[in-house]
């Protein structure tokens, strides 16, 4: 048993190529590893579509309802809901919302030491795989949702070019918070050690506040903006699609990615501070 | 959990259990039954979770809170709109109360088997086969759901209050079904739940797949089915079975027709599909357990 300081704060990235080369390393390295889980990407899709059928009658029934009455469920109308639902489903996949204890189980099982006598800070040496990891998501987890719901209802698509370039920075932001907010309620193994109900913690909060289960606009407006501003959750999952489906003007969806990337760089932030309190009192347990 | 989830069972078994007739002295020569022994497993596992306290906490609240978000998502579309598919709230929490505590009771009873595949990945799974017990009785023992109990119990009320409110008369038969209807869909969710899960053997990374009938068909069935359409309603009512678990029983409750023209006596045939479900669960396990291979890790 030893105390562990901090050997990652040394600064060891010197120059933009080196910094590139890392990025690509490591992110390759995270696109690598989960192409091969090639089986669990198709049971995850296959349950990602069912779970879009299931939600788009839901939301349908409430556009229907409320077209019956001459007005619109928040400001989506039928088309939208349906856009809504599957890119949902297949971002869950590309943010990865649920299901990733790595850190958590390298803290338990002591492993954790290795990360830090890397020459990489462990905040960047798990976020760079995560993105790669990202990538391969979304052209396999997010483009299937996409097609089958695509298939079998009448979706709607961006009518403004900007929406997509927009789009992209979106999810790309939202895999940052999503990776963020995974590292810190890891991270409490480091004080916890058993970390379930932390987990079990986030993804209730991820799937509810984030509008998996339905769009954060339903709610009373004091309380969507509440939970706009002062949570990460809707930067989740909320923001990306309310880009998407156009719920704003453009000058409405640039507000949201500021809100978003303000949640990414707060939440990267607390992540470094985090890592650096928990090495100071990191005993490794175990022989 | 795998190191926690191990509990080793040090004493030597019987080669066979004790009879039913054997007199209490007769017992304690043999402190070991089978009962016991499942006894001592399970109590291994409530003291382990029970250790890390702040988390056990968070696990207990969170699960409770879990279904609370699906409640939370019923009540948030019935703001935007006063009825959905000819269902008003009170009607459609009846039939959510339903589902619900049936989701619940299944989840508490076997809801751990959904664990299956990592116990095949990591091999524990062999060592669960090499003891004199019964397979599927000891995975569910080696991860006790002890934080779902919560929410059988915010279950059971919720769909009280949803009975109160949605005005169902208090007949014999209504209070009968009101009791049948929940234990029913807790079996036939229970089979689905052995079933898909007993896709691992064969399908060692089959991640979430399991989840698309178990915690789909819960959703599926927490909603009046006029919402869905066509060959998807078709073919997880009628074809799997999820229309008799929630939807129709609610409709005799609620003593009225159904919209899409089901007979009236589909509401009393759950536990037939239970036992016809649990019957073909548990050939499905049966074939499962005769065709495991080890990973040999």
Same mark, same amino acid.
């Given at each position: 048993?030893?105390?562990?300081?901090?050997?990652?704060?040394?600064?060891?990235?010197?120059?933009?190529?080196?910094?590139?080369?890392?990025?690509?390393?490591?992110?390759?390295?995270?696109?690598? *590893?989960?192409?091969?889980?090639?089986?669990?990407?198709?049971?995850?899709?296959?349950?990602?579509?069912?779970?879009?059928?299931?939600?788009?009658?839901?939301?349908?029934?409430?556009?229907?309802?409320?077209? +019956?009455?001459?007005?619109?469920?928040?400001?989506?109308?039928?088309?939208?809901?349906?856009?809504?639902?599957?890119?949902?489903?297949?971002?869950?996949?590309?943010?990865?919302?649920?299901?990733?204890?790595?850190?958590?189980?390298?803290? *338990?099982?002591?492993?954790?030491?290795?990360?830090?006598?890397?020459?990489?800070?462990?905040?960047?040496?798990?976020?760079?795989?995560?993105?790669?990891? +990202? &990538?391969?998501?979304?052209?396999?987890?997010?483009?299937?949702?996409?097609?089958?719901? +695509?298939?079998?209802?009448?979706?709607?698509?961006?009518?403004?070019?900007?929406?997509?370039?927009?789009?992209?920075?979106?999810?790309?932001?939202?895999?940052?918070?999503?990776?963020?907010?995974?590292?810190?309620?890891?991270?409490?193994?480091?004080?916890?050690?058993?970390?379930?109900?932390?987990? #079990? &913690?986030?993804?209730?909060?991820?799937?509810?506040?984030?509008?998996?289960?339905?769009?954060?606009?339903?709610?009373?407006?004091?309380?969507?903006?509440?939970?706009?501003?002062?949570?990460?959750?809707?930067?989740?999952?909320?923001?990306?699609?309310?880009?998407?489906?156009?719920?704003?003007? +453009?000058?409405?969806?640039?507000?949201?990615?500021?809100?978003?990337?303000?949640?990414?760089?707060?939440?990267?932030?607390?992540?470094?501070?985090?890592?650096?309190?928990?090495?100071?009192?990191?005993? #490794?347990?175990?022989? | 959990?795998?190191?926690?989830?191990?509990? !080793?069972?040090?004493?030597?078994?019987?080669?066979?259990?004790?009879?039913?007739?054997?007199?209490? @002295?007769?017992?304690?020569?043999?402190?070991?039954?089978?009962?016991?022994?499942?006894?001592?497993?399970?109590? !291994?596992?409530?003291?382990?979770? !029970?250790?890390?306290?702040?988390? =056990?906490?968070?696990? /207990?609240? %969170?699960?409770?809170?879990?279904?609370?978000?699906?409640?939370?998502?019923?009540?948030?579309?019935?703001?935007?709109?006063?009825?959905?598919?000819?269902? %008003?709230?009170?009607?459609?929490?009846?039939?959510?109360?339903?589902?619900?505590? @049936?989701?619940?009771?299944?989840? /508490?009873?076997?809801?751990?088997?959904?664990?299956?595949?990592?116990?095949?990945?990591?091999?524990?799974?062999? @060592?669960?086969?090499?003891?004199?017990?019964?397979?599927?009785?000891?995975?569910?023992?080696?991860?006790?759901? /002890?934080?779902?109990?919560?929410?059988?119990?915010?279950?059971?009320?919720?769909?009280? =209050?949803?009975?109160?409110?949605? $005005?169902?008369?208090?007949?014999?038969?209504?209070?009968?079904?009101?009791?049948?209807?929940?234990?029913?869909? !807790?079996?036939?969710? $229970?089979?689905?739940?052995?079933?898909?899960?007993?896709?691992?053997?064969?399908?060692?990374?089959? $991640?979430?797949?399991?989840?698309?009938?178990?915690?789909?068909?819960?959703?599926?069935?927490?909603?009046?089915?006029?919402?869905?359409?066509?060959?998807?309603?078709?073919?997880?009512?009628?074809? /799997?079975?999820?229309?008799?678990?929630?939807?129709?029983?609610?409709?005799?409750?609620?003593?009225?027709?159904?919209?899409?023209? $089901?007979?009236?006596?589909?509401?009393?045939?759950?536990?037939?599909?239970?036992?016809?479900?649990?019957?073909? @669960?548990?050939?499905?396990?049966?074939?499962?357990?005769?065709?495991?291979?080890?990973?040999?890790?």
């Amino acid at each position: 048993m030893g105390f562990i300081t901090a050997t990652a704060d040394r600064l060891t990235i010197r120059n933009f190529t080196e910094t590139a080369r890392l990025i690509r390393t490591l992110g390759a390295a995270g696109f690598r *590893r989960f192409s091969t889980y090639r089986q669990a990407t198709v049971a995850a899709t296959v349950t990602n579509s069912m779970f879009g059928f299931l939600r788009t009658y839901v939301m349908l029934a409430v556009a229907g309802s409320a077209a +019956a009455l001459g007005t619109q469920a928040a400001g989506y109308d039928a088309p939208r809901l349906v856009t809504y639902v599957w890119a949902g489903q297949g971002l869950i996949g590309v943010v990865l919302l649920w299901g990733w204890t790595d850190l958590a189980d390298r803290i *338990r099982s002591g492993d954790v030491v290795t990360d830090l006598l890397r020459p990489v800070h462990p905040v960047l040496g798990y976020l760079l795989p995560d993105l790669g990891r +990202a &990538a391969y998501a979304l052209l396999t987890r997010f483009t299937v949702p996409i097609a089958v719901g +695509a298939l079998a209802f009448d979706m709607y698509w961006p009518q403004r070019a900007a929406t997509y370039p927009m789009f992209a920075v979106s999810v790309v932001l939202a895999t940052l918070v999503c990776f963020a907010g995974r590292f810190l309620v890891n991270a409490a193994a480091y004080w916890l050690l058993d970390s379930r109900g932390v987990l #079990v &913690a986030w993804a209730v909060c991820s799937g509810v506040l984030g509008g998996l289960y339905f769009p954060i606009r339903f709610l009373p407006e004091w309380a969507a903006t509440a939970l706009y501003l002062g949570t990460p959750f809707p930067s989740l999952l909320q923001v990306p699609l309310d880009v998407l489906v156009e719920r704003d003007a +453009a000058a409405g969806q640039l507000g949201l990615l500021a809100l978003q990337a303000c949640w990414a760089a707060v939440l990267l932030a607390a992540c470094v501070a985090v890592q650096r309190r928990a090495e100071r009192r990191l005993v #490794v347990q175990g022989g | 959990m795998a190191e926690a989830a191990a509990p !080793a069972v040090d004493e030597p078994h019987p080669s066979r259990p004790p009879d039913e007739t054997d007199l209490p @002295a007769a017992a304690a020569e043999a402190p070991a039954s089978t009962f016991a022994i499942y006894r001592a497993l399970a109590r !291994a596992q409530v003291r382990a979770q !029970a250790s890390y306290r702040v988390s =056990f906490a968070l696990d /207990l609240v %969170s699960n409770v809170v879990f279904l609370g978000a699906d409640l939370l998502t019923v009540l948030v579309v019935f703001q935007q709109v006063p009825v959905l598919a000819g269902f %008003s709230l009170a009607e459609a929490l009846l039939v959510f109360g339903l589902s619900s505590l @049936a989701f619940s009771l299944a989840d /508490l009873a076997v809801g751990n088997i959904e664990r299956m595949k990592h116990y095949v990945r990591t091999g524990l799974l062999d @060592a669960v086969l090499i003891r004199p017990l019964g397979v599927l009785s000891q995975l569910v023992v080696l991860d006790i759901g /002890l934080r779902r109990l919560g929410r059988v119990a915010t279950g059971v009320a919720m769909l009280a =209050f949803a009975a109160n409110r949605a $005005g169902v008369q208090a007949t014999p038969a209504n209070l009968l079904l009101l009791v049948i209807a929940p234990l029913a869909g !807790a079996v036939f969710f $229970g089979a689905v739940f052995v079933a898909t899960a007993t896709v691992a053997f064969w399908w060692v990374e089959s $991640g979430e797949l399991s989840a698309a009938l178990t915690y789909g068909g819960r959703d599926f069935t927490a909603y009046p089915m006029t919402i869905y359409g066509g060959w998807f309603r078709h073919l997880l009512a009628f074809g /799997l079975g999820f229309g008799l678990v929630a939807y129709y029983p609610a409709l005799i409750l609620l003593d009225r027709p159904d919209p899409i023209g $089901g007979p009236w006596w589909l509401g009393w045939c759950g536990p037939v599909l239970a036992l016809a479900a649990a019957g073909v @669960a548990t050939l499905v396990w049966r074939t499962g357990v005769r065709h495991y291979r080890s990973t040999g890790s």
